[in-house]
């Protein structure tokens, strides 16, 4: 039936303007480290800070763009959210100190967390019910294509040139998804003054699930800082860009075959393999000094991620009406990004103490608490459906 296509045009524009966001996104995130460390002399603790500076305005742009959604035009918080992420590149083009970084940061957080979420919002809006997942896992198809390419070109870029070059590469990623986003479509809606009044900035309904993501955001965060930094100290970075190819392409294959599987199967069977195989992977990341372990640790991450991820969105998405998408998407990002501020700054206080493979083998402790809460929570939704069922 045409109602439950995926691939519409509108979804289509949405998907590349994503991309080309993330592509600018991921690129910069295995160089900042590296550009803190060897350029501006500075330490894990610093590089940690520099992270945090920018989850920390992402955290405040998603609890204004949740609010901001439900009561406003989605596009305009989708646009602005890509021109803030545009100027904190510009700002990078510079070459800057340590406090002219961590001004752009701080634009570039507030410019991701707009842009993300309204995208994810939008989408939501033009999935049908039936595939939602499906949809989900499609959308970040395209993201972990970024995420495969970004941190490759990135690394090249600075080993064949400057991080001059970089920056201008990221600034012209970032205007093709402002010229994209300007195609997109989304659904118009009439919202009364009462409705207004009722909108929050937090949605209460998904907290559970999405204190379960900012766990396990935690860990990732932590990956996503440090990966680079350990391999650069070993003196193999070509590394860093084996493990995010690798771990880009498992999830892009493991994600359209994760929304079907959750569709039809229910949620406990991905998020259950997604953390034990997120447990593997950093006893693996813990010791990878050898190109196999590399490739092991992204396999198992990868499909860590592509198993976690979209089964969290579409069951944060079905906990509540389509009216209260943009809050409930928000919480779901927010709690990613208290996940990785956590991860990116309490996991450089413990790197600095104890060095990074210890640092990550003890991260596993964050994911076997994300698996106890998962598994309580899931036990007491099950006993709620027993209750609700008529005794016959």
């Known amino acids: 039936m045409s109602d439950q296509r995926l691939w519409t045009k509108e979804f289509i524009i949405l998907a590349l303007s994503n991309f080309f966001l993330f592509m600018s996104f991921y690129m910069l995130n295995p160089i900042i480290p590296i550009y803190v460390t060897d350029v501006l002399q500075d330490n894990a603790k610093t590089v940690g800070i520099v992270f945090a500076c920018f989850t920390t305005f992402q955290i405040i742009s998603r ?4 609010y901001l959604l439900d009561r406003i035009e989605k596009k305009i918080v989708f646009l602005i959210g890509r021109v803030l992420f545009f100027t904190a590149v510009l700002f990078l083009f510079s070459i800057p100190g340590l406090t002219l970084l961590l001004v752009a940061r701080c634009i570039q957080g507030l410019g991701v967390g707009l842009a993300t979420t309204a995208g994810s919002t939008i989408a939501q809006d033009l999935l049908p019910d039936k595939r939602r997942a499906e949809g989900t896992g499609f959308l970040g198809s395209f993201t972990s294509i970024a995420l495969a390419i970004g941190p490759f070109l990135g690394i090249s870029l600075m080993q064949l040139f400057n991080f001059h070059i970089i920056f201008l590469v990221c600034i012209i990623f970032s205007l093709f998804s402002i010229l994209l986003g300007s195609f997109t479509e989304t659904k118009k809606r009439d919202i009364s003054q009462k409705q207004r009044k009722k909108r929050n900035f937090i949605e209460t309904k998904v907290l559970s699930y999405s204190i379960i993501s900012a766990l396990y955001t935690c860990v990732s965060g932590g990956i996503m800082v440090f990966l680079p930094l350990m391999y650069h100290k070993f003196g193999h970075i070509e590394f860093a860009s084996y493990y995010y190819a690798i771990y880009a392409g498992v999830i892009f294959i493991i994600r359209p075959l994760t929304g079907k599987l959750s569709d039809k199967a229910g949620p406990n069977i991905s998020i259950y393999s997604g953390l034990l195989l997120g447990i593997i992977g950093l006893c693996f ?12 640790t992204a396999l198992c991450m990868g499909c860590s991620v592509g198993l976690i991820q979209p089964t969290i969105v579409s069951m944060i998405v079905k906990q509540v009406p389509a009216k209260n998408r943009g809050s409930a998407i928000a919480t779901y990002m927010l709690s990613n990004d208290l996940g990785i501020i956590s991860g990116s700054y309490v996991l450089g206080l413990v790197a600095q103490l104890i060095g990074y493979s210890p640092m990550f083998l003890s991260s596993t402790l964050i994911l076997v608490c994300a698996f106890l809460i998962y598994t309580f929570l899931s036990a ?10 008529p005794t016959p």
Request: no cysteine; hydrophobic share 45%; proline share 0%.
């Open 63 to 66: 609890l204004i763009s949740g």
């Open 285 to 296: 990341l813990s010791q990878s000094s050898s190109l196999i372990l590399v490739i092991l």
């Open 380 to 389: 007491r939704i099950s006993q709620i459906q027993m209750d609700k069922k």
